[in-house]
């Protein structure tokens, strides 16, 4: 028994020999057609009906439904416009069957055979058009019986840049959701899609086939994702829409931009979870050249405010990533002072970050793997433990008359270890003056970023506080210590040169 499964066997068995049966068929039936007789119309009708039955079982394969098959429906789509669309079936059979009306008047001109000559042709026209349509289709089974056949994955490609708004869903729907597709297909259909949504389509076909592709990201190649053809072309994309740059200005474009941003989010949640971080960082600054303020902060607010912080600690290759792919993201004095957009962008989503950990965490007084790390890695030229208190002193909330009270007693959960100091020569001497140039740093980019809460007056005032509060007795409590290291450190900023 034939396994119509297996096509190229199905082909063998059935398709070929019933092809080469009705081909001869066919031959004998035109070569006595050419013969002038009364019989002729009736010759063309049982050729036509038997044309019919011949595409009865291509029809019925056609049609069945492969469950679980990769691009089933798109294949669908693809054999009922390409090979079996009505219109062109209906224009082939009209060429078959209505030559017979005419042939008994063409007898009626004897000596006239153009005419008898110009019925065949149509005849016979119908009959190819016919046979070139089974023909293609089964040189498409041919094609199908190899999953990796190039030529099957072109005609789907050439199928989807050609076909109209109402079949793209669908189309898009039945190539997106399949799984376990290699690089190079996954990268072509891309090229495909982005051509689609680039294009003028209509909106809400646009919106629809783009939140396809964000419902099955997870399917998807995580080297396809993170190709600059890919992750970058998505990034320009959505450039577009939040500048106001977008061909297209519809009803749906705030849809459409939602759905970007969730696309954008997602393939930077899984670069970080599959070893991708040194692509996703390489494309995002490939991404951030020349781009306007306005536009960085939104991005830099939608990547952090999505976890990419969290995400940059949990990696394997943590926060060496500021070192080592985000160099130009470090908040330094210098960069500070140069007005880079980056810097100061991403500092104030730090200092955003930090201060939802540090007032609203409900872990206080516990270490605080990720706000330790990232201010460790992010600012590379301080001293952690003064950047600690200083940063504090910014956040908790302000009370004139207890804050630095608060301040002395808050259990902080980040900075409490310093720069490690390599030195060849004299080790205690180099680390002094290594570490007073860490803190140093720390005061000088602090009263560059806050230059009213460092003003003079206002350390002043915070030394003052300092001293009177009274732990006297309790010299080696946790919190004398660090009252003593607060009013060392305030002193520190009182006294450094403008």
Known sequence: MLNINNKTEFFKGFFLPYLILFSIVSIVFIVKLLQVNTDSPNLMHNLGMALIAFLIPFWIYALRNEKGKNFAKLDLQIILHKYFYYKKLLSYFGMIFLPAFFWRASLIYEGIDIIKLLIVSIFCLGVFKLLGIVIGFIKWLGFSADKNNRGLLDIRYKFLEQIIDDKNIEAWQSVWQCDNLDYLTERRFFEVFYKKIESSMDDNVKKNIILIFYRNLKKRNVFFLLQEDTYLKLLDYFYKYKDGKSVIVSSNRYDIYNILEKIIVEIKTIAFKNNGE?????????????????YLEDLMHLFVSNHLFDEIVESDLGSSIFKNYLKDWQVTYEGWLSGNNIIRIIFVEYFNWSIERIRFSKNQGRFDKNLDSITYNLFPEIDPISWSYLLLYVVLPYDSENKLKTLVEYKKGFGFIGRIVASFNDIEKDFGKIQKEYINNSIKLARTIF??????????????????????????????????????LFNNVLNFPK
């Open 278 to 294: 040194y692509q996703f960082c390489h494309i995002v600054n490939s991404h951030l050249k020349g781009k306007d303020k306005k």
């Open 451 to 488: 230059p009213s809460v460092f003003e003079q007056n206002a350390i002043k005032s915070a030394i003052d506080d300092l001293e009177k509060i009274d732990y006297k007795g309790r010299d080696r409590d946790e919190k004398e210590l660090t009252r003593k290291r607060l009013l060392e």
